[in-house]
């Protein structure tokens, strides 16, 4: 088991970086003797645990069901100052289905009864005022965080049916305006968003728009494959994500979705992310690095290993 700390590190340029994984709760990582002791069994002890090892974390559950501000609340009250939460944003926010199980009871009942029966549905088929009410819910949960000075960003994951258009560029304008006053990044899955004669759009939308872009790590030659650039559109914040290499599982419809993101980088592949992380911490006032590769203790062991690398070259 893993117990060295990771410090928050300091960049030449005077940027924080900030480094940790994408999820403390995946049943491969709190399997017995992975990464967590013995007493650290309970969901209070494991996040107490992880927020003594790493200055950082995302959340994702938020993206399977929006959180109650109760929840936000113990996450507060199981770390220490100035530890700092991502939080994904819900599924319905970026143009992907909710189950209508996992939607808040109030939600529920308000649904029409053609939606009320269905598995899942999507932002576009509900009526204007739940969807602002999604959003709402959403926000007030999070507000023990901001109130805090727990909260880093909002992430905005499109999914890779979200593709270049006008139309898309507006769903992307209307979410920050639905955000405003919150910080917030945005991470694509589709690389048309990236080719020659749409990357300079691509990255003046999220400028013009105050959203942070957020540089991925993936495994290449799928349509979701998007290439990794040293561009920041928000000055206060650059998020590098690193989801592995498993071209195998990228795009496979998978029982357990940790099995996608079961690869562990090898540190000559994190070494060769150096030059890319020091020339976005020259743009960036602060930069978080966040491992998705969580499967059993693949995330934090690279998340531990770049901290060393980027600690040596500062």
């Keep these: 088991m893993q117990r060295e700390r990771v410090p928050i590190i300091t960049a030449p340029s005077g940027a924080r970086i900030l480094i940790g994984i994408a999820s403390w709760t995946d049943p491969s990582m709190t399997a017995p003797g992975v990464f967590y002791p013995s007493d650290a069994g309970t969901p209070e002890g494991r996040l107490k645990y992880y927020s003594s090892r790493f200055p950082m974390v995302e959340v994702d559950s938020t993206y399977y069901a929006i959180p109650s501000r109760r929840m936000a609340t113990l996450w507060v009250d199981r770390t220490p100052d100035g530890f700092t939460f991502n939080v994904k944003a819900h599924a319905l926010m970026t143009g992907q289905p909710s189950e209508v199980n996992r939607l808040p009871k109030e939600l529920r009942e308000a649904l029409p009864a053609n939606l009320a029966t269905k598995p899942r549905v999507y932002a576009s088929e509900l009526p204007g005022e739940i969807r602002d009410a999604v959003w709402a819910m959403f926000l007030d949960a999070l507000e023990p965080l901001r ?63 105050g959203l942070s872009y957020v540089c991925v790590d993936s495994p290449p030659g799928f349509q979701s494959s998007v290439p990794a650039m040293a561009e920041t559109t928000e000055r206060s914040l650059a998020v590098v994500r690193f989801h592995g290499r498993n071209t195998d599982n990228w795009e496979a419809k998978l029982r357990v979705t940790s099995q996608r993101f079961r690869y562990l980088y090898s540190e000559e592949q994190l070494r060769g992310w150096l030059p890319m992380i020091s020339a976005i911490s020259e743009q960036a006032e602060e930069v978080h690095l966040v491992f998705n590769n969580c499967y059993g203790n693949y995330a934090t062991t690279n998340a531990l290993e770049m901290a060393r690398l980027v600690e040596n070259t500062t």
């Design 147 to 209: 109130d805090t000075g727990r909260l880093g960003a909002i992430l905005l994951q499109y999914p890779r049916w979200v593709v270049p258009s006008r139309s898309n560029a507006e769903l992307i304008a209307s979410a920050r305006s639905r955000l405003a006053g919150w910080r917030a990044a945005v991470e694509f899955r589709n690389r048309g968003w990236f080719e020659d004669r749409i990357r300079a759009r691509t990255f003046d939308l999220l400028r013009n728009n």
